[in-house]
């Protein structure tokens, strides 16, 4: 043991440095604290998961045939707040959940060469300020949100700033002043990546401007036809008294965004197509979610779940862990975690879960979070609803994916349907529509396969949020065969440690402990619920498994 390693380890037992002295089981437990770089995060499209309310399923004669699973589907908030209740995620381990956006789409469909696409995914705004009937309405935000809290889940939306929806026949472009249609971005420099569409018929709100621009008419005459103009324009005019704060694009969405927070108690935002906007408007952006989060403690102070900021992770797309702070968009390096965000996607995490072996994997990781990332997170994925490339498409190894995904240092995002196997490739359905069909409850109910799929992601989604030690803490290996190793991690007066093992032999298996426990301490493994005693500084496991998620009992 390293002179290093040996102070971090006799400073999180509490003890001396002496080569005698052991970790003795705590009896005094305390509560576990929830932290964002640990947590189990649960991706979802709403509009793909569950249909809670049939009756929403159809609005603005949303009726024209769309390409294969590029309509709407159903799924909805109260859909979502269903499975939060029947425990469904917090079975899973999970502690927060990303949505998709939720505000009102654009009522028309568009046909981008993949047959007719309606706005169900939620990138394609209409307005900033309305919940899209076919996601539900604020009622049903406020109560899923209140269900999760209850729950310890916490909630996090998705934010968009870069862009309106496509324009339509029925969905009139945003004035000049507002958008730029063209052109459309090359991205092959730091211009051609931001002052430009992302692509054709996506007009980019000018976010650059300080120039000072009136509402657009359309939605004008959308919230004086909805009774509900006066409000708020008189909520614009505090917003902009109170910021000083010229009355630019940018800065209406950002009133429009924290609005969530400031009124329902979201904990946080995904933030979408991050390098297509100038890094100074998340910086903005940072500022206003701090006003609203703190205003929604200060007004509702039983809701509050703990002394957390407000978090924000950004998709930087391309972005990966072993680019530090620093991402190079067009030659100029742009540090996104300056007064902004917290943490970043991971893009690189499913090459790395690919090539590296665990111990590789896990050092790598450990090392950049206790070395230039310290203080900051990613996010983890080994499939989402935009990477054409998942780690595993054709889903033959989804136990490796849930291992690898929910064990590595970092913040994990579950891909809904990563832990029952839901099918990435479907027949008929091209680009991205075919990661993103509907949530498969059937297997999960009936196929024998899924349940041992869903009870193994069960039990380490459990382990990683009962131990923040697992996503946040520091690695190091005990022994490389069998392959174990121990994660700490110590906060304040607040102390986790958990001892895991992969690639074990199937039954009879013993594991090293004595460097960290003493003898006669009771350790229970929570993959095969089991108690062991240690004894001559080992323990001795008979389980079917391959794996131990050691823990104290």
């Given at each position: 043991m390293t002179k290093t390693l040996c102070y971090i380890l006799c400073s999180f037992v509490l003890l001396s440095c002496k080569e005698e002295s052991k970790l003795k089981t705590m009896d005094d437990k305390k509560e576990v604290p929830f932290v964002w770089e640990a947590a189990n995060l649960y991706f979802l499209l709403t509009d793909r998961f569950n249909n809670g309310d049939t009756s929403n399923d159809i609005n603005f004669d949303r009726t024209q045939k769309p390409g294969k699973l590029r309509g709407f589907e159903g799924?909805?908030?109260?859909?979502?707040?269903?499975?939060?209740?029947?425990?469904?995620?917090?079975?899973?381990?999970?502690?927060?959940?990303?949505?998709?956006?939720?505000?009102?789409?654009?009522?028309?469909?568009?046909?981008?060469?993949?047959?007719?696409?309606?706005g169900f995914h939620g990138y394609w705004t209409k307005d900033w300020t309305a919940i899209d009937p076919n996601f539900g309405t604020k009622e049903d935000l406020k109560a899923l949100v209140a269900a999760a809290h209850k729950r310890g889940i916490r909630i996090l939306l998705d934010a968009v700033i870069n862009?309106?929806?496509?324009?339509?026949?029925?969905?009139?472009?945003?004035?000049?002043?507002?958008?730029?249609?063209?052109?459309?971005?090359?991205?092959?420099?730091?211009?051609?990546?931001?002052?430009?569409?992302?692509?054709?018929?996506?007009?980019?709100?000018?976010?650059?401007?300080?120039?000072?621009?009136?509402?657009?008419p359309q939605l004008v005459e959308k919230w004086k036809a909805e009774g509900r103009y006066e409000q708020e324009v008189a909520e614009l005019d505090a917003f902009f008294e109170r910021t000083g704060y010229p009355r630019a694009p940018r800065f209406y969405?950002?009133?429009?965004?924290?609005?969530?927070?400031?009124?329902?108690?979201?904990?946080?935002?995904?933030?979408?197509?991050v390098k297509h906007t100038e890094a100074s408007v998340w910086q903005e952006f940072r500022v206003e979610c701090d006003f609203a989060f703190n205003q929604f403690k200060e007004n509702n102070p039983d809701a509050v779940l703990d002394d957390n900021a407000f978090y924000l992770v950004g998709e930087v797309y391309g972005y990966g862990i072993s680019a530090e702070k620093s991402y190079d968009?067009?030659?100029?390096?742009?540090?996104?975690?300056?007064?902004?965000?917290?943490?970043?996607?991971?893009?690189?995490?499913?090459?790395?879960?690919?090539?590296?072996?665990?111990?590789?994997?896990?050092?790598?990781?450990?090392?950049?979070?206790?070395?230039?990332?310290?203080?900051?997170?990613?996010?983890?994925?080994?499939?989402?609803?935009?990477?054409?490339?998942?780690?595993?498409?054709?889903?033959?190894k989804p136990f490796e994916t849930a291992t690898k995904l929910l064990l590595s240092p970092g913040t994990s995002q579950i891909y809904y349907g990563d832990e029952s196997a839901r099918p990435l490739i479907i027949e008929g359905a091209i680009g991205d529509a075919t990661l993103r069909s509907f949530m498969n409850w059937e297997d999960v109910a009936v196929n024998t396969n899924?349940?041992?799929?869903?009870?193994?992601?069960?039990?380490?989604?459990?382990?990683?949020?009962?131990?923040?030690?697992?996503?946040?803490?520091?690695?190091?290996?005990?022994?490389?065969?069998?392959?174990?190793f121990y994660r700490s991690y110590n906060q304040?007066?607040?102390?986790?440690?958990?001892?895991?093992?992969?690639?074990?032999?199937?039954?009879?298996?013993?594991?090293?402990?004595?460097?960290?426990?003493?003898?006669?301490?009771?350790?229970?493994?929570?993959?095969?619920?089991?108690?062991?005693?240690?004894?001559n500084g080992s323990v001795q496991i008979d389980s079917e498994f391959d794996m131990v998620l050691l823990e104290s009992k």
């Open positions: 799924g909805d908030l109260k859909g979502i707040t269903k499975k939060i209740e029947e425990g469904y995620f917090s079975d899973l381990g999970v502690n927060a959940i990303w949505m998709t956006p939720i505000v009102e789409q654009i009522h028309g469909g568009t046909d981008e060469g993949t047959g007719i696409t309606y862009h309106t929806g496509p324009v339509t026949p029925i969905d009139p472009v945003w004035p000049d002043e507002w958008v730029r249609t063209d052109p459309t971005c090359d991205y092959t420099s730091y211009d051609s990546t931001i002052s430009c569409t992302l692509v054709k018929n996506l007009p980019d709100i000018k976010t650059e401007s300080n120039d000072a621009v009136e509402l657009p969405i950002i009133k429009w965004l924290t609005d969530y927070i400031s009124e329902f108690g979201i904990d946080g935002y995904r933030v979408d197509t968009l067009g030659g100029i390096p742009i540090n996104y975690f300056d007064h902004a965000f917290n943490s970043l996607i991971n893009f690189e995490f499913k090459y790395d879960a690919a090539q590296l072996d665990y111990e590789s994997l896990f050092k790598k990781y450990t090392d950049a979070f206790n070395g230039p990332l310290k203080g900051f997170g990613v996010l983890n994925y080994l499939s989402s609803h935009d990477d054409g490339q998942p780690f595993d498409a054709v889903r033959e899924t349940k041992s799929l869903l009870d193994h992601s069960q039990k380490l989604g459990q382990f990683r949020k009962n131990h923040p030690a697992v996503g946040a803490g520091i690695h190091q290996m005990i022994t490389q065969s069998p392959y174990v304040g007066d607040y102390q986790d440690l958990v001892i895991i093992g992969l690639d074990l032999p199937k039954g009879f298996k013993t594991l090293d402990v004595g460097r960290l426990f003493e003898d006669g301490s009771i350790l229970r493994d929570a993959y095969s619920n089991q108690e062991i005693i240690v004894e």
